[in-house]
């Protein structure tokens, strides 16, 4: 028991770590484009936005909600250029996916385990901190993605409407 509770510890530690290191990499993090575009800058010249308005835009296009309506165009022009380029990074990268898989690989592992110390061994806060970690890994690999396309593909049908 105390051995298998110190290993789910240790990887408990080691998933935000292992998380932590895979981040830090150059191409985890390149989501600028091979040319390193500014999509803000170049949506707000292509229609000419005062800042006001790129701020609504892209609150719209965060959220996946319609923009209003002079500024539909230019909603749907930047969730349509961010989603291309989401996709181009996701296509140019796939270990990405490898990485992604492997963790939430681990954090399922961990909330298995968090819920087993939790309802069958009663381990106490020690279980609940695993839950917790592991929940969130899961949020963060899983679903935050999903979340982001889902509001994006929302975005464009949303503001392409007229």
């Known amino acids: 028991m105390p051995l ?3 290993l789910l510890l240790l990887v ?3 998933l935000p770590l292992l998380a932590w ?3 830090g990499r150059r191409f985890w993090a390149d989501l600028r484009g091979p040319a390193g575009r500014d999509l803000r800058a ?3 010249a292509r229609h000419r936005l005062a800042p006001a308005d790129a701020d609504a835009v892209q609150q719209a296009v965060t959220r996946g909600r319609p923009a209003p309506a002079p500024l539909r165009p230019a909603a749907a022009d930047w ?3 961010t989603l291309a380029t989401v996709d181009e990074q996701h296509a140019r990268h796939a270990g990405r996916d490898r990485a992604a898989a492997v963790v939430l690989a681990l954090a399922g592992l961990c909330v298995l385990a968090g819920v087993v110390l939790a309802l069958v061994l009663d381990a106490g806060p020690v279980s609940f901190l695993l839950l917790l970690l592991a929940a969130g890994a899961v949020g963060n690999v899983a679903l935050l993605p999903l979340l982001v396309r889902r509001n994006l593909r929302r975005a464009v049908a949303v503001n392409s409407r007229g």
């Open 79 to 81: 969730a349509g250029s």
């Open 12 to 14: 408990a530690l080691a």
């Open 4 to 6: 298998a509770l110190v």
């Open 42 to 44: 170049e949506v707000v």
């Open 21 to 23: 290191s895979l981040a």
